[in-house]
């Protein structure tokens, strides 16, 4: 079946360094790629998206590009703010149904 | 500006009761599901819909029920409630048809305690 591997949190970074969240996907034929992000309180909100190899998805500054070859969509940001304090869900869908990561805490201290 | 409500945000319920979780679109997405957020598991899918009168079961099914009498609502439904499904609950919908790319648009979620 699908499913959606990423990294552990916390992840603990400092205001302005360079984030990574590693996400792997395992599935059939061509999925959809997601990353969601959920602030404290909220639901998700969809952050960006890639629907076929090689398209990269970006908002916010935050980037990720679908890498069919190694079956990963990995979440970077060149300088993280305070502000981006939160849960990050990788995901992947087939179809209309979603399947998630666990999910990254990232916590940014000024 | 509604898009998926939620009601109610908080409940508190006494093992072996039962309730109804709400949940409303306003955009006319065919498809809807519900969704289950624990510590450390993630979100994990309950049941889903394709449209009105078509409901399906996803990956934690057991102790709950749904039905789709209208394209807008889809209820989810505790019939006897344990501490196990103590969890905050998300009601998500999105478009099914050409081009769908599978995006699902969230509602603000409603916290369960099971006590």
């Known amino acids: 079946g699908n499913s959606v591997t990423q990294m552990e949190g916390p992840v603990t970074l400092s205001e302005e360094a360079f984030l990574t969240i590693n996400c792997t996907y395992t599935?059939?034929?061509?999925?959809?790629l997601f990353w969601y992000v959920q602030y404290p309180g909220e639901g998700l909100q969809l952050l960006l998206k890639?629907?076929?190899?090689?398209d990269k998805g970006s908002n916010k500054g935050f980037e990720a590009t679908y890498r069919k070859e190694t079956t990963s969509f990995h979440l970077e940001k060149g300088s993280v703010q305070v502000s981006d304090s939160a849960v990050y869900f990788c995901?992947?869908?087939?179809?209309?149904?979603?399947?998630f990561g666990k999910g990254t805490m990232l916590l940014v201290s000024p | 500006n509604a898009g998926v409500t939620q009601t109610p945000k908080f409940q508190v319920l006494k093992t072996g009761q039962s309730m109804t979780l709400q949940c409303a679109q306003d955009?006319?997405?065919?498809?809807m599901s519900w969704y289950r957020q624990d510590p450390g598991m993630g979100l994990r899918l309950i049941h889903y819909?394709?449209?009105?009168?078509?409901?399906d079961q996803g990956e934690v099914p057991n102790g709950y029920n749904v039905s789709r009498s209208t394209t807008e609502d889809f209820p989810l439904r505790l019939l006897s409630a344990a501490p196990s499904q103590t969890s905050v609950y998300f009601c998500?919908?999105?478009?099914?048809?050409?081009?769908?790319?599978?995006?699902?648009?969230f509602g603000e979620g409603s916290r369960l305690t099971v006590l």
């Open positions: 998500a919908s999105s478009y099914v048809g050409q081009g769908n790319t599978g995006e699902l648009f």
């Open positions: 599935a059939t034929g061509y999925p959809s």
């Open positions: 890639a629907t076929k190899a090689d």
């Open positions: 995901a992947l869908a087939r179809y209309s149904t979603l399947t």
């Open positions: 955009m006319n997405h065919e498809y």
């Open positions: 819909s394709v449209g009105a009168g078509i409901t």
